[in-house]
């Protein structure tokens, strides 16, 4: 039983989220206190009447004591809540089933505003404009704006709870060197060069382009220009494409959350537009503005249907009934036709999509610079995703700039109150009438939101010779699917680590992870098969995880316990880049009430890096960490030195290139 709500300070819902379980408690509730005959309250009605009390009483307690409750359970401990105030919103999570704790839930709507901000952007710096993005007045793109955040947190809490790389948050390498290599030659040259050397792309560049295997990384390619992508962004950037083309055999293994909900088919959210190359741009309201995709009106393509070994042209090709691929380059092609035609049993061609991302614009850093990200599906559960930016980038570096020193000044009067001619004196108002009347000025008569152009261009020519390298994916493309589902194996470990049961090895600096396989479902399974044990050991990980968290939150860098029949160890370290170990210091203690441990809720590893960075300016310092399990049998001291042999063995093949 859960719930996950975004309110007012006056108790008015921006946001909710829940499962069928509250849903009908809530129900049981409010149809007991109405009269019979009577229909009862909508969703969000019931919501704020009953959670009112509490948001205007933490609230108030805010505004008095200058300290509110940030989390509490009910009598007898049926419930927790969780609360954190975000700005000028306060963000509610529930759960009334004991399945998660306080930091899971916290973690939750950390994830939840860190979603805000990658599809909002420097809106929810400002409380009255996210209110105004996320309580829009018109009922109808209310309901589509909620639907697109429910099926996120729907995402999320499915994949935190199937793959590793979400319960550990980090990207997980598909590993595979040779076709690593030639996955990113041909990034580079029939992606990232075919559509920046385009006469007519419409200012568009391409900055990054990446393959995506289910939810793991086959390959990456930055363009020269580009600025490192953080792991975070990469990270909601596959949670975005895992929420548009679930994975058939993660969505299979919901059994363990029957209660989830998800709204799939949803009349509000056009899922499933054709994106047309030559589509004329950005639609716009009567008001003149431009939608969002949301707003955008739905179509549909229904293709005929295809005998089993007759290609189509589109370039997200399946070959039915066991055919083999045609041996004419022709009919072989990521061109136009790839992004207007669909064949049966081939994902749907998402609409593009802008998102807000960290990014350095002329040399200078710019948290949420807008980006339009575009998915394109090859065939089911392998997808190409392509990163660009408008001419008009550069503007959200000012804005930033322009925002930010608006907030320092409204921070610096609200501590002094200022007022009248103290306000004209201080000393950034000068600054900052200079940037604004130059910034008004070179922007007069433009609309803000014309700035978001459609991408106009064809991804890929129909000439370029470079379709042969989908030919060549093609060959691979059963060997990648279930390459992703067996990614690393433990046979290959257990004559040199006998005892070891299950690893996960992280490299924070670059926010990458290796792991063996721990599926179960009924499609795949790993080495453990898909009865009690895998589900047993499964369970074991996911709680090492989560003690691990709570910790390395504690100031503990190294945690070894048995359990049962097994040793659980943990492992945090610092490195250099020629690999030698650096000398470990006391980490900050965080409370319980700060970000959790991770990269989506805060980006914990990128500060303590800095922390330690510090004490070594000469050097580049490099996080890792790493997580296993052991039988019980094996001596404590071979355990460790496993630990250490185990941890260079992974750090010198994780340093095989994939950018």
Same mark, same amino acid.
């Given at each position: 039983?859960?719930?996950?709500?975004?309110?007012?300070?006056?108790?008015?819902?921006?946001?909710?989220?829940?499962?069928?379980?509250?849903?009908?408690?809530?129900?049981?509730?409010?149809?007991?206190?109405?009269?019979?005959?009577?229909?009862?309250?909508?969703?969000?009605?019931?919501?704020?009447?009953?959670?009112?009390?509490?948001?205007?009483?933490?609230?108030?307690?805010?505004?008095?004591?200058?300290?509110?409750?940030?989390?509490?359970?009910?009598?007898?401990?049926?419930?927790?809540?969780?609360?954190?105030?975000?700005?000028?919103?306060?963000?509610?999570?529930?759960?009334?089933?004991?399945?998660?704790?306080?930091?899971?839930?916290?973690?939750?709507?950390?994830?939840?505003?860190?979603?805000?901000? =990658? &599809?909002?952007? !420097?809106?929810?710096?400002?409380?009255?404009?996210?209110?105004?993005? /996320? @309580? #829009?007045? %018109? *009922?109808?793109?209310?309901?589509?704006?909620?639907?697109?955040?429910?099926?996120?947190?729907?995402?999320?809490?499915?994949?935190?709870?199937?793959?590793?790389?979400?319960?550990?948050?980090?990207?997980?390498?598909?590993?595979?060197?040779?076709?690593?290599?030639?996955?990113?030659?041909?990034?580079?040259?029939?992606?990232?060069?075919?559509?920046?050397?385009?006469?007519?792309?419409?200012?568009?560049?391409?900055?990054?382009?990446?393959?995506? =295997? &289910?939810?793991? !990384?086959?390959?990456?390619?930055?363009?020269?220009?580009?600025?490192? /992508? @953080? #792991?975070? %962004? *990469?990270?909601?950037?596959?949670?975005?494409?895992?929420?548009?083309?679930?994975?058939?055999?993660?969505?299979?293994?919901?059994?363990?959350?029957?209660?989830?909900?998800?709204?799939?088919?949803?009349?509000?959210?056009?899922?499933?537009?054709?994106?047309?190359?030559?589509?004329?741009?950005?639609?716009?309201?009567?008001?003149?503005?431009?939608?969002?995709?949301?707003?955008?009106?739905?179509?549909?393509?229904?293709?005929?249907?295809?005998?089993?070994?007759?290609?189509?042209?589109?370039?997200?090709?399946?070959?039915?009934?066991?055919?083999?691929? #045609?041996? %004419?380059?022709?009919?072989?092609?990521?061109?136009?036709?790839?992004?207007?035609?669909?064949?049966?049993?081939?994902?749907?061609?998402?609409?593009?999509?802008?998102?807000?991302?960290?990014?350095?614009?002329?040399?200078?850093?710019?948290?949420?610079?807008?980006?339009?990200?575009?998915?394109?599906?090859?065939?089911?559960?392998?997808?190409?995703?392509?990163?660009?930016?408008?001419?008009?980038?550069?503007?959200?570096?000012?804005?930033?700039?322009?925002?930010?020193?608006?907030?320092?000044?409204?921070?610096?009067?609200?501590?002094?109150?200022?007022?009248?001619?103290?306000?004209?004196?201080?000393?950034?108002?000068?600054?900052?009438?200079?940037?604004?009347?130059?910034?008004?000025?070179?922007?007069?008569?433009?609309?803000?939101?014309?700035?978001?152009?459609?991408?106009?261009?064809?991804?890929?020519?129909?000439?370029?010779?470079?379709?042969?390298?989908?030919?060549?994916?093609?060959?691979?493309?059963?060997?990648?699917?279930?390459?992703?589902?067996?990614?690393?194996?433990?046979?290959?470990?257990?004559?040199?680590?006998?005892?070891?049961?299950?690893?996960?090895?992280?490299?924070?600096?670059?926010?990458?992870?290796?792991?063996?396989?721990?599926?179960?479902?009924?499609?795949?399974?790993?080495?453990?098969?898909?009865?009690?044990?895998?589900?047993?050991?499964?369970?074991?990980?996911?709680?090492?995880?989560?003690?691990?968290?709570?910790?390395?939150?504690?100031?503990?860098?190294?945690?070894?316990?048995?359990?049962?029949?097994?040793?659980?160890?943990?492992?945090?370290?610092?490195?250099?880049?020629?690999?030698?170990?650096?000398?470990?210091?006391?980490?900050?203690?965080?409370?319980?009430?700060?970000?959790?441990?991770?990269?989506?809720?805060?980006?914990?590893?990128?500060?303590?890096?800095?922390?330690?960075?510090?004490?070594?300016?000469?050097?580049?310092?490099?996080?890792?960490?790493?997580?296993?399990?052991?039988?019980?049998?094996?001596?404590?001291?071979?355990?460790?030195?496993?630990?250490?042999?185990?941890?260079?063995?992974?750090?010198?093949?994780?340093?095989?290139?994939?950018?």
């Amino acid at each position: 039983m859960k719930c996950i709500l975004v309110a007012t300070e006056g108790a008015e819902v921006l946001f909710y989220w829940t499962d069928e379980e509250f849903e009908e408690s809530l129900r049981l509730k409010f149809s007991h206190s109405e009269n019979e005959g009577e229909e009862l309250p909508a969703l969000e009605d019931q919501l704020s009447t009953l959670l009112a009390p509490l948001i205007i009483s933490s609230m108030t307690m805010l505004e008095k004591l200058s300290d509110t409750y940030t989390c509490f359970s009910t009598e007898n401990g049926k419930c927790l809540y969780v609360l954190h105030l975000f700005g000028e919103c306060l963000f509610i999570a529930i759960c009334g089933d004991h399945a998660e704790g306080e930091g899971d839930l916290r973690q939750q709507l950390r994830v939840l505003k860190y979603l805000f901000e =990658v &599809h909002f952007g !420097l809106v929810t710096v400002d409380g009255q404009l996210i209110r105004k993005e /996320l @309580r #829009p007045p %018109d *009922l109808e793109q209310r309901i589509q704006v909620w639907e697109h955040f429910q099926s996120l947190l729907w995402t999320y809490s499915r994949l935190r709870e199937q793959e590793q790389c979400f319960a550990v948050e980090a990207v997980e390498r598909l590993i595979h060197p040779q076709l690593c290599e030639l996955c990113i030659e041909a990034l580079e040259r029939h992606v990232i060069q075919t559509v920046n050397s385009s006469p007519s792309r419409a200012g568009e560049e391409a900055l990054h382009a990446f393959l995506l =295997v &289910h939810s793991k !990384l086959l390959a990456f390619y930055s363009s020269h220009s580009a600025s490192s /992508l @953080r #792991p975070a %962004d *990469l990270l909601a950037l596959i949670l975005l494409v895992q929420d548009l083309y679930p994975s058939e055999s993660t969505a299979d293994d919901d059994n363990t959350q029957p209660s989830l909900r998800r709204p799939w088919s949803s009349p509000n959210i056009p899922l499933q537009q054709g994106w047309s190359p030559g589509s004329s741009g950005p639609t716009r309201t009567s008001a003149g503005t431009e939608t969002d995709s949301f707003s955008l009106p739905e179509e549909y393509f229904t293709p005929a249907p295809s005998p089993g070994e007759q290609s189509s042209d589109s370039g997200s090709t399946i070959w039915l009934d066991g055919g083999t691929p #045609p041996t %004419d380059a022709s009919q072989v092609q990521i061109a136009e036709d790839t992004l207007q035609t669909l064949i049966p049993g081939s994902p749907a061609v998402s609409s593009p999509r802008r998102v807000f991302l960290d990014a350095s614009v002329k040399e200078t850093y710019c948290p949420m610079a807008p980006h339009t990200m575009y998915c394109l599906p090859l065939w089911p559960g392998i997808n190409m995703v392509l990163l660009t930016k408008s001419p008009s980038t550069p503007l959200a570096l000012v804005l930033y700039q322009l925002l930010d020193g608006f907030s320092l000044l409204e921070k610096k009067l609200k501590e002094g109150q200022e007022a009248g001619s103290s306000l004209r004196s201080h000393p950034l108002m000068g600054d900052l009438r200079q940037r604004m009347d130059k910034f008004v000025k070179s922007h007069r008569g433009q609309e803000i939101q014309s700035t978001w152009l459609e991408f106009k261009t064809k991804a890929f020519s129909k000439s370029e010779p470079g379709s042969s390298w989908e030919e060549t994916l093609m060959d691979w493309k059963d060997f990648l699917l279930v390459k992703s589902r067996r990614n690393v194996t433990m046979v290959s470990y257990l004559e040199d680590f006998p005892g070891l049961v299950h690893f996960i090895y992280v490299d924070r600096t670059t926010g990458q992870m290796v792991a063996p396989s721990l599926s179960s479902s009924e499609r795949t399974s790993s080495e453990l098969g898909k009865g009690p044990l895998a589900a047993f050991v499964k369970t074991k990980v996911w709680s090492l995880i989560r003690l691990a968290r709570r910790y390395l939150q504690k100031g503990y860098t190294t945690l070894l316990f048995q359990e049962g029949d097994f040793y659980c160890s943990y492992f945090l370290w610092f490195q250099n880049e020629m690999g030698y170990k650096l000398q470990i210091i006391e980490v900050p203690v965080l409370s319980d009430d700060s970000a959790p441990v991770g990269i989506l809720g805060g980006d914990y590893y990128r500060k303590l890096l800095r922390y330690y960075s510090k004490g070594h300016p000469a050097e580049a310092v490099r996080c890792h960490e790493l997580l296993a399990l052991h039988l019980s049998v094996i001596p404590i001291d071979m355990l460790v030195q496993q630990a250490g042999e185990l941890a260079r063995r992974l750090w010198e093949a994780s340093r095989v290139p994939l950018l």
